[in-house]
């Protein structure tokens, strides 16, 4: 078995700087730090847990990790996480995720916070495994593609969001239907998705592969994507397209009004988000309500819960509304 002093060799330091370190103390260095890190994932050390809770003290700091900060949509879910987090004394320390440098993160949240809140990624089994050795519990807001049983979720039941936003289309007489999703295929954009292709075949419609649009996910690559489209063919094999994200949506929108297609006359556009700016576009974007600040407060209360001992939620159980506006309406015979 693995000690504290292999560690200690392996790191070139002290066993005192070792505990230092899996004891969440703030008197060592940034580099030394990281060089314990290393030495406890390369050397497969686990701490015990139970001794070392007997000695730690809580840092009351949880971090979040962010997408995009610059998106209104996850911005709106840390009002709710940064209202609570005070009201539970506890401070939010945010971070950008980078996949490429998703290693970065055990330096950076390790002995600096109780727990940490995703939004939605998918993390590595070997990061989630480091986390877990330190007893940092792990919520995503978003349940991910990749699921992982110590990482619980908060989430709305997208497949029942997404069965009544294509009824809702379908209704209206749309049978071809695109999707504008993220390219990376571990975001959170692709799990809704996934779940919008279940929810045209649980309505009898079939989705056609030429119908998804892939772009990074911000307003200014949906715009650009579908200006790309447009251009290449003004007859798209679609007469309503749902996007996986609301930015998106306001994106595609821009893009038809710059090349000549009217909405919703040649084009019904839906979000799935409801962030203020898609009651203030022309047309007013039909979208699924996302609950985010309640979500915010869910999010901390059950971070909080398993920072004490509770079991990772998996949740599901928020209610969403689909909010019909003037994006969406009966395709042109």
């Not at 560690?7 to 103390?25: L, M, P, Q, T």
């Not at 050795?133 to 997208?158: C, N, Q, R, T």
């Not at 029942?160 to 936003?165: K, V």
């Not at 915010?296 to 398993?306: F, P, R, T």
Request: aromatic share 6%; hydrophobic share 40%; with cysteine.
């Amino acid at each position: 078995m693995v000690t504290r002093d292999d560690v200690a060799r392996h790191a070139g330091v002290s066993v005192a700087v070792v505990s230092y370190v899996v004891n969440n103390k703030n008197n060592v260095r940034e580099e030394t730090r990281r060089k314990v890190l290393q030495a406890i994932e390369e050397l497969g050390y686990n701490p015990n847990m139970a001794a070392r809770s007997l000695k730690t003290k809580k840092t009351n700091q949880i971090g979040v990790l962010f997408n995009n900060l610059g998106n209104s949509f996850e911005t709106g879910i840390s009002l709710g996480l940064e209202q609570r987090a005070r009201q539970h004394d506890q401070s939010l320390i945010f971070q950008t995720y980078v996949p490429s440098e998703e290693h970065k993160l055990k330096a950076i949240f390790t002995g600096r916070t109780d727990g940490l809140i995703l939004m939605g990624q998918s993390l590595k089994p070997e990061t989630i495994e480091h986390f877990s050795k330190f007893g940092i519990p792990l919520l995503s807001v978003m349940k991910p593609v990749h699921e992982h049983a110590y990482m619980g979720s908060i989430d709305i039941p997208w497949f029942a969001a997404m069965c009544e936003l294509v009824e809702h289309l379908k209704s209206l007489g749309h049978r071809q239907i695109g999707f504008m999703a993220n390219t990376v295929h571990d975001h959170y954009h692709h799990a809704r998705f996934l779940l919008f292709r279940q929810a045209m075949e649980a309505a009898g419609l079939e989705f056609q592969q030429q119908s998804l649009l892939q772009s990074g996910g911000t307003l200014e690559s949906a715009y650009e994507r579908m200006s790309r489209r447009i251009q290449a063919s003004p007859e798209l094999p679609f007469t309503a397209i749902v996007c996986a994200g609301d930015l998106m949506a306001i994106g595609v929108l821009s893009a038809c009004k710059d090349c000549g297609l009217s909405v919703p006359a040649d084009l019904s556009i839906a979000g799935c988000e409801d962030i203020l700016m898609t009651s203030h576009t022309t047309p007013t974007l039909t979208t699924i309500h996302y609950p985010r600040k309640e979500i915010g407060y869910k999010a901390v209360d059950a971070i909080m819960a398993q920072i004490n001992g509770a079991d990772a939620p998996a949740d599901t159980g928020f209610g969403y509304e689909l909010i019909v506006r003037h994006s969406t309406a009966k395709p042109k015979q």
